[in-house]
C-alpha cells in the first residue's frame, strides 16, 4: 500500500516535470518535444531510433529526412522508396493492429489522426509506447508534419529543409492554364474530387483547372450530366495499371466528351495519390502530360 | 379513376425527369440533346421499372409471408448482392458489366439458399423459416462480405458499398432494355397469382379449401419475387423502402385485393422512384444525392399520415 503512494507521487512529481519543462521550454536535458495535431505535447527522452509509420506519407518523409535506418515497422501500402519494403510490414494500419505495432518495440510510432487511430493511439500509450498524431490530407500539411519528424527522429536540419520546400510548394498561387480536366475516382455513383483536396492543388500547380473546383469538400457524388455539362478536357484517373477505367466504353458515360475521346490522364496513384515529398514531383509530372497531350 | 390518376403522376413525373437537371439545357435544345437522349431518358425510365418491380415484388412478399414488415431485400438478396459485386471486385473481373452480373449471381444464389432452407421442414415452404433463413442468409453473406474487404488489398472496395446503397448513375438503354426483357415474366407470374393470394390473406388452410394450390402459389411467387428484385439489384443496387412502403400506401388508398394492389403498386412505386431520383439529381446540384435517401425522406411522411388517418378512422 505505501509502496502505491510513494510511486504514485513519484510519478505525479515527473508529470509535473514534464509539464513544467513542456511550458518553459528551456530545461536543456529533455529531449525533442512537439505538439501534435490532436493537440498533445509529446515529448521523447532522445530521439527516436525504433520508429513504426503507420501512414505510407510519413514513410516517405522519414526515408527524405534521412531517418529511414530508424524505421523499425511500416504498412502494406508503404511502398516507396523501394527500400522501404526491406522494413517489417505490421498490416494495413487501417485500423492499426495494436499488438502487431508493440511487438516491434517501438519508441515513437507516427500516427494518421482519424477516429479509430485515435482509439489505437491511446491504447498503444497505455502499453507505454509514445505515440504521435499528424494530420496529413493536404499539401499545406506535408511541409509542418516533416519539420516536426526531423524534430523527433534528430534530424531536424534535413526536416527543416524538407518542410521549406514543401511548404514553398504549397504557396505558390495556381497557375491559370487553358486547361480543365475532373478527377473521377469512382464512376457508379460518380464520386469526384473537389476543392479543398490535395488532387485539386496539384492540378492548379500544373496549370490545370479542376471544373468540380466549385465544390468546397474534397470529394463528392455528382451525376454524369453534371461532368458532360462541365465538359472538362480530360478525365484524370489514379491507376497504377495504365489501363483506361472500366467504364469508358459504357454508353451513357460516352455523352461526356472527354471520355468520348478517350482524352484521360492516367495518373500513377504511388505519385499523385497521397501527398508525399515527391509531390513537387507530381506536379511537373502532371504538367509534362498536359503539354504532352495535344 | 385511380388508374387515371397513377398515369397522370407517371407522366408528369416522367416529364419532369425530362426537363429537370443540373445541366441548364433550354426548352428548345431538349429533344435534340444527347444528355436527355442518353442520360435523362433512360435513367428515368429505369428508375420507373425498377421503383415498378421493387413495388410489385414487396407487395407480393407481404402476401406471401403475410408480415408487414416483409421487404424484397429482407430475405436475404442484398447481402448476396453486395458479396458477389464486391467478390467482382476483389477479383477483378473485366469488362463494364461483371459488377452487375456479378451481383445479380450473388442474389440469385441467397435466393436459393433461402429457398431451400425454406423447404427444410418438408416439402411446404414454410414463411416463418422464409424469413428467418433470409436474415441468417443475409447475415452470413454480410459477414464474408466484410472478410473480403478487410483482408483483400483492393482500393476500390470501399466503392463497392458506394454502388451497393443503390442509384441510377449507371442506367444506360442497354439496362433499360435489360429490364424491359427481363421484368415482364416475373411481374406477369405474379399478376396472374393476384386471386390466390388473396385467398392465401385468409390463411393457408382456408386457402387450400377454397380451391388455390398454395404449396405451388408460394414457390412460384417466392421465386417470382426475388427474381425481380434481383434484377432490381443488378441494375440499381439495394433501393430500400420503396418495397416496404408502397405496398401499404397502396392497401391504405386503394384495399386489399391483388387485382388492383399489383398494377398500382407498380405505378406508384415508379412514381415514387422517379420523383425521388429527379430530386436526388438536382436538389443539391452540382452534387448529387443518394437515391435511398431521397426515397425515405419523401415516402416516411407520406406514410406516416396515412398511417395517423387510418388508425384515426
Known amino acids: 500500500m505505501r509502496r502505491w503512494t510513494v510511486r504514485a507521487h513519484l510519478a505525479g512529481l515527473v508529470a509535473l516535470a514534464a509539464a513544467t519543462c513542456a511550458r518553459g521550454e528551456r530545461a536543456p536535458a529533455a529531449g525533442p518535444a512537439v505538439t501534435d495535431d490532436a493537440g498533445r505535447r509529446v515529448t521523447l527522452a532522445a530521439p527516436a531510433r525504433r520508429v513504426v509509420s503507420l501512414l505510407p506519407s510519413f514513410t516517405e518523409i522519414l526515408f527524405a529526412i534521412g531517418a529511414g535506418d530508424r524505421l523499425v515497422g511500416r504498412t502494406t501500402w508503404c511502398d516507396y522508396p523501394p527500400t522501404a519494403l526491406a522494413v517489417p510490414s505490421v498490416g494495413d494500419g487501417m485500423p492499426p493492429n495494436v499488438e502487431a505495432v508493440a511487438a516491434r518495440r517501438p519508441d515513437l510510432v507516427v500516427v494518421y489522426r482519424s477516429g479509430p487511430n485515435v482509439t489505437a ?11 504521435v498524431l499528424f494530420d496529413l490530407n493536404r499539401l499545406e500539411e506535408l511541409g509542418s508534419v516533416a519539420r516536426r519528424l526531423g524534430v523527433l527522429t534528430g534530424r531536424t536540419a534535413a526536416g527543416d529543409s ?4 514543401m511548404d514553398s510548394l504549397a504557396s ?14 469512382w464512376d457508379n455513383p460518380p464520386i469526384v474530387i473537389g476543392a479543398g483536396s490535395f488532387l485539386d492543388r496539384l492540378a492548379g500547380l500544373a496549370g490545370a483547372r479542376n471544373v468540380f473546383h466549385d465544390i468546397a469538400t474534397p470529394s463528392a457524388q455528382v451525376s454524369i450530366e453534371t461532368i458532360a455539362a462541365r465538359n472538362p478536357d480530360f478525365i484524370a484517373v489514379l491507376s497504377d495499371t495504365g489501363a483506361p477505367p472500366r467504364y469508358a466504353d459504357r454508353p451513357e458515360w460516352r455523352v461526356v466528351p472527354a471520355v468520348r475521346q478517350r482524352r484521360f490522364l492516367l495518373l500513377p496513384g504511388r505519385l499523385f495519390g497521397r501527398p508525399s515529398p515527391r509531390s513537387p514531383e507530381a506536379v511537373r509530372e502532371l504538367r509534362r502530360r498536359l503539354a504532352s497531350t495535344p | 379513376m385511380k388508374y387515371l390518376v397513377l398515369a397522370g403522376a407517371a407522366l408528369a413525373t416522367l416529364a419532369a425527369a425530362l426537363l429537370l437537371g443540373p445541366a441548364d439545357l433550354p426548352l428548345s435544345d431538349v429533344p435534340g440533346s444527347a444528355i436527355v437522349w442518353q442520360l435523362r431518358l433512360p435513367r428515368a425510365l429505369l428508375a420507373f421499372l425498377v421503383g415498378g418491380a421493387l413495388g410489385v415484388a414487396g407487395t407480393s412478399l407481404q402476401a406471401l409471408v403475410r408480415n408487414p414488415l416483409a421487404d424484397p431485400f429482407l430475405l436475404g438478396l442484398s447481402g448476396g448482392a453486395g ?9 477483378h473481373l473485366p469488362g463494364p458489366w461483371a459488377l452487375p452480373l456479378a451481383a445479380f449471381v450473388g442474389a440469385v444464389g441467397a435466393m436459393a439458399l433461402v429457398y431451400r432452407l425454406g423447404l427444410v421442414g418438408g416439402a411446404e415452404l414454410d414463411p416463418r423459416i422464409l424469413l428467418l433463413g433470409g436474415v441468417a442468409v443475409g447475415a452470413l453473406a454480410g459477414a464474408i462480405t466484410t472478410a473480403i474487404v478487410s483482408l483483400a488489398e483492393a482500393t476500390e472496395l470501399r466503392n463497392a458499398f458506394l454502388w451497393l446503397w443503390g442509384g441510377f448513375s449507371g442506367a444506360s438503354w442497354t439496362t433499360v432494355l435489360v429490364m424491359l426483357a427481363y421484368a415482364p415474366l416475373p411481374l406477369g407470374v405474379l399478376v396472374a397469382a393476384a386471386r390466390p393470394l388473396d385467398l392465401l390473406a385468409l390463411g393457408e388452410e382456408p386457402a387450400q379449401y377454397l380451391g388455390a394450390d398454395v404449396r405451388r402459389l408460394k414457390r412460384v411467387v417466392y421465386l417470382a419475387a426475388s427474381l425481380l428484385t434481383a434484377a432490381a439489384v443488378a441494375v440499381a443496387g439495394v433501393i430500400g423502402f420503396v418495397g416496404l412502403v408502397v405496398p401499404h400506401v397502396c392497401r391504405l388508398l386503394w384495399g386489399r385485393l391483388h387485382r388492383t394492389l399489383l398494377p398500382t403498386a407498380f405505378l406508384t412505386g415508379g412514381v415514387l422512384l422517379t420523383a425521388a431520383d429527379t430530386l436526388a439529381r438536382t436538389v443539391v446540384a452540382p452534387r448529387e444525392l443518394p437515391v435511398g435517401i431521397v426515397t425515405a425522406l419523401l415516402g416516411v411522411p407520406v406514410f406516416a399520415f396515412l ?4 388508425t384515426v378512422s
Do not use: K, M, N
Open chain 1, 162 to 165: 524538407l518542410a521549406r520546400a
Open chain 2, 83 to 91: 458479396l458477389g459485386a464486391v467478390a467482382a471486385i476483389a477479383l
Open chain 1, 121 to 131: 493511439a491511446q491504447q498503444l500509450e497505455r502499453l507505454g509506447v509514445q505515440t
Open chain 2, 307 to 310: 398511417l395517423r388517418r387510418w
Open chain 1, 172 to 185: 505558390q498561387p495556381p497557375i491559370p492554364g487553358p486547361r480543365s480536366l475532373a478527377f473521377i475516382v
